[in-house]
T-cell receptor
Framework: DAKTTQPPSMDCAEGRAANLPCNHS???????VYWYRQIHSQGPQYIIH???NNETNEMASLIITEDRKSSTLILPHATLRDTAVYYC??????????????FGQGTELSVKP | GAVVSQHPSRVICKSGTSVKIECRSL??????MFWYRQFPKQSLMLMAT?????????EQGVEKDKFLINHASLTLSTLTVTSAHPEDSSFYIC??????????FGPGTRLLVL
C-alpha cells in the first residue's frame, strides 16, 4: 500500500473549518484514501473514504486532487470534540484479505476556543 | 456505522499469566478481523489478521506463540497474550470490515502487566 505524509500537528479555532492535508504521491489506481480519527484512549473512528471523486458525509468532506497524489479532509465547523489524531491511510480495495490498514503517525489536531 | 465491541476494556494481570481479549462484531459478520497494538504516544501497529476458520496471519516480528488468535465464529475473534510480561503492557485494539469493506474499530483494551 502507498505511503502517506501528514503534518504532525495543526491548530484550528472552534467554529472554523479544519483542513487536514495528506500526500500520497505513490498511490495506485485501485487504492482508496481512508480517513480515521482517534480521540485519546479510544479506538479509531471511521470518518470517510474515497477513490477519485470528492466525497461528503455528515462528518466531513474529502477532496482528492485530480492526479490523486494528495487529498484534504475538511471538517466544516470544528468543535472542541474534534480534537484528535487524524490518520490518512491508503488501502487497496477488493476483498477482506487486502483490507488491512497500515497507520502512519497522523496529524494531531487541536481545536481551540 | 457498524459496531465492534471489545472485552474487557481494561485488565491488570501478574507477570507470567495469560490474558484473553475478545473482539465482537455486533451487527455484522466478519470473516476477517485485525488486531493492533498501540504504545503511549505512538501510532497503531498491526499485529495480525484473524481469519475465520483458519490460521491467523501475523505481521513480521510478532510472535505467534505469544499472541494466540482464534476466530471461532463470524462475529468473534480472541487474542490471548500468553505468559504476559510488563513489556506487553499496551493498548490492544481490534477492527473488522463490514460488507462494504469499511473497517470499524473496537474501543480498545488496556492491558497492564505487573
Amino acid at each position: 500500500d502507498a505511503k502517506t505524509t501528514q503534518p504532525p500537528s495543526m491548530d484550528c479555532a472552534e467554529g472554523r473549518a479544519a483542513n487536514l492535508p495528506c500526500n500520497h504521491s505513490t498511490i495506485s489506481g485501485n487504492e482508496y484514501v481512508y480517513w480515521y480519527r482517534q480521540i485519546h484512549s479510544q479506538g479509531p473512528q471511521y470518518i470517510i473514504h474515497g477513490l477519485k471523486n470528492n466525497e461528503t458525509n455528515e462528518m466531513a468532506s474529502l477532496i482528492i486532487t485530480e492526479d490523486r497524489k494528495s487529498s484534504t479532509l475538511i471538517l466544516p465547523h470544528a468543535t472542541l470534540r474534534d480534537t484528535a489524531v487524524y490518520y490518512c491511510i491508503v488501502r487497496v480495495g477488493g476483498g477482506n484479505q487486502g483490507g488491512k490498514l497500515i497507520f502512519g503517525q497522523g496529524t494531531e489536531l487541536s481545536v481551540k476556543p | 456505522g457498524a459496531v465492534v465491541s471489545q472485552h474487557p476494556s481494561r485488565v491488570i494481570c501478574k507477570s507470567g499469566t495469560s490474558v484473553k481479549i475478545e473482539c465482537r462484531s455486533l451487527d455484522f459478520q466478519a470473516t476477517t478481523m485485525f488486531w493492533y497494538r498501540q504504545f503511549p504516544k505512538q501510532s497503531l501497529m498491526l499485529m495480525a489478521t484473524s481469519n475465520e476458520g483458519s490460521k491467523a496471519t501475523y505481521e513480521q516480528g510478532v510472535e505467534k506463540d505469544k499472541f494466540l488468535i482464534n476466530h471461532a465464529s463470524l462475529t468473534l475473534s480472541t487474542l490471548t497474550v500468553t505468559s504476559a510480561h510488563p513489556e506487553d503492557s499496551s493498548f490492544y485494539i481490534c477492527s473488522a470490515p463490514d460488507s462494504k469493506e469499511t473497517q470499524y474499530f473496537g474501543p480498545g483494551t488496556r492491558l497492564l502487566v505487573l
